[in-house]
């Protein structure tokens, strides 16, 4: 991978909890509504995906079972590299409680084998 260039922004942020709301849009599973100066990204069901022109359909998503310990470390990073090394991309998605990791679903399969072989167990979907 080529050389990164990473942004630290100005202040400090909060990861906040808050009580069960009925997300912007109205689906069974993760929703995720990120708002930037850039714009804003959703993840969700692709059923009920808002239109726009520029849209990235077919990811499949595979959580990790918690809640996990928030202090806990290097979770997303054994994933990631565990997927890298198969050549496969992400998109990760962490929650207060735990994290989430998107695969393109052409990829699915190979992302599952390279998970099982690296000791994980692939729960039922």
């Not at 991978?1 to 849009?25: H, N, S, W």
């Not at 509504?33 to 990235?56: K, L, N």
């Not at 997303?76 to 393109?104: F, K, Q, R």
Request: hydrophobic share 45%.
């Amino acid at each position: 991978m080529k050389r990164l260039i990473v942004d630290l922004a100005p202040g400090e942020y909060t990861i906040t909890r808050l009580a069960a709301a009925p997300p912007p849009i109205e689906a069974d599973g993760l929703v995720s509504v990120t708002t930037t100066a850039h714009g804003v990204s959703v993840v969700c069901p692709s059923a009920v995906a808002p239109p726009s022109a520029d849209t990235r359909p077919g990811w499949r998503l595979l959580t990790v079972r918690g809640p996990l310990e928030f202090d806990l470390t290097g979770v997303m990073a054994a994933l990631a590299g565990e997927l890298a090394a198969a050549g496969v991309t992400l998109l990760a998605v962490s929650t207060y409680d735990t994290d989430h990791v998107l695969v393109p679903a052409v990829d699915l399969e190979r992302a599952l084998k390279a998970l099982r072989e690296a000791g994980h167990e692939i729960g039922p979907s």
